[in-house]
């Protein structure tokens, strides 16, 4: 079938020019199947493996535009869903799959590469940038090991949203162009549990500057002795600086120092600057990435491969979205440690490119500029504009632990505080803090909610050795407790025993006035930001405008995810539309009543709410 139309022109006309692939060297091996791949970045894709009956589910307008593609063009064209799929091969573009190692939940896992994504190329499109174009779930590649190199619709969702949700929260991301799904089907065990069932074979358009990660420096390593594994190319350093050559010229042509060593430095430094800054920038929104394995950390500072991510609904440090992770390794409070600790990995990787002591020196200035990035963040979701207060640090984390302990929802919890009023003379503070925290009471967890999250989840049998321990050898109760994952536990022990000791009503109250108090340090806070120097009106403002682009007022929470990809296995695509709309304006307050109004907008209630608090049944989400 031939392409007809100026729209499939605006397709065929994408000007591709590869660089990566005539910078970096290539195998060119026509062996088949998965194989060990030394001495190159990347693997030629000799032919295309075509879904059956490809549909074009929906298209990100904005990453469209990236390429210079008109959305509307895009699906008028008879072949876009072949085209956008990698069915068949975009005129100028040039398959093939990259190659990376990774440590993977902390241990070293040799070769790793692109088991399920196709490489297209890189586009230059004048002002927009040099973008590079992947189909991910295009088929099998020399990096697959022993999957089919498919991904499903259940996922396919799952990443096409969350990349653009990311990226209109402002926050560094690939982006995805377009959904393709079809009639081709494999078996997956989605929740872990020995139970496959057939699901539709999907694919995502993803486009970003660079998809090279820490990992892809990681094939040069030698024997791990750990794992007894090694890199595809250990040893090789002539490829290695290769690799950084290209990378630093391509992605930081503002580093120009004297020599090789001092550049490497710099480069490393901004690389360190920028993972400090995405994971603060993630803390703020409660995105917890799930797996954030080496191979999963990009060069650039973009959130990459969105596996078992999650936005938290009711706050807590220890969440995590990834069910496999049974240890917590990738918990919402341990992603800046673990981004630290990847940074490390990527310094020994890099070896003798940098020095050894400045690395290290750069790596301990890794949490204390997380922590000012992370600080700078917040004040501006409190509305603090004018004033960095040494206090602000202690206000911040009250309001977390506060939130903590009475479940409140993380998302609807800082978007309300907006509506704290400013501290005015000759108020009642009772009474005009009152309907703001009647408010924020709704957003807080039950007393058989908190019950449950509090509940030990240390196995019974060692839980009660350590009780009956606490009764029959004190000294060594004592030195047991110390531990970090115990005294876990009895917190929590402690806690459950107040709830249930307490009402729903007597907890209510409670909530109540700590709410108030909180509220009422905070609005004396807001009162210290005028200085006399600027109508207050203005500094009012100002506040509002700050906080309400801080503070989205919808995130993709796993319930909207799951009841869009419901909708689409039952072959209805509209969800996965209208949620793309509503992510793409994650802070606007009248969007969704804008979409409500439309004629051919969803009325259904249950189905047309993204701001509110997750219903009971999004608990029983899994995610693997």
Known sequence: ??????????????????????????????????????????????????????????????????????????QADPLAAEYLSGSRMLPGSEPAAHCYSGHQFGLFAGQLGDGAVMYLGEVEEGAGGRWEVQVKGAGVTPYSRDGDGRKVLRSSIREFLCSEAMAALGIPTTRAASLVTSDLYVNRDPLNSGRRIAERCSVVMRVAPSFIRFGSFEIFLGRDDFSGLQGPSAGRFDIRAQLLDYVIETFYPDIQESSREKRNMAFFREVMMRTAKLVAQWQCVGFCHGVLNTDNMSILGLTLDYGPFGFMDRFDPEFVSNASDKRSRYSYQAQPFVCRWNLVRLAEALGSELSATEAGMILDEFMPTYEAFYLSFMRKKLGLVRKEEPEDNQLISDLLQLMYNTGADFTNTFRLLSRVPWPEENQSERATVGPVVDLILQQCASIEELKVANKPTMEDRELAMILSMAQTNPAMFGMVADRPDVLKQLERMGRLKELLETDQDELKEKQRDDWICWVSRYRRRLAREDDGTSELFLLKKERLNVMNNANPRVVLRNYIAQRAIQAAERGDFSEVNRVLQVLEKPFVETFEMELLNEPNACADQETSTYDHKPPAWAMTICVT
């Open 1 to 74: 079938m031939e392409a007809s139309g100026c729209a499939s022109a605006a397709l065929e006309r994408l000007p591709f020019h590869n660089t990566a692939l005539k910078k970096l060297p290539v195998d060119e091996s026509e062996v088949q199947g998965s194989r060990t791949v030394p001495g190159a970045c990347f693997s030629r894709i000799r032919a295309p493996q075509p879904l059956t009956r490809p549909t074009l589910v929906s298209v990100s307008r904005s990453a469209l535009a990236l390429l210079g593609l008109s959305a509307q063009e895009v």
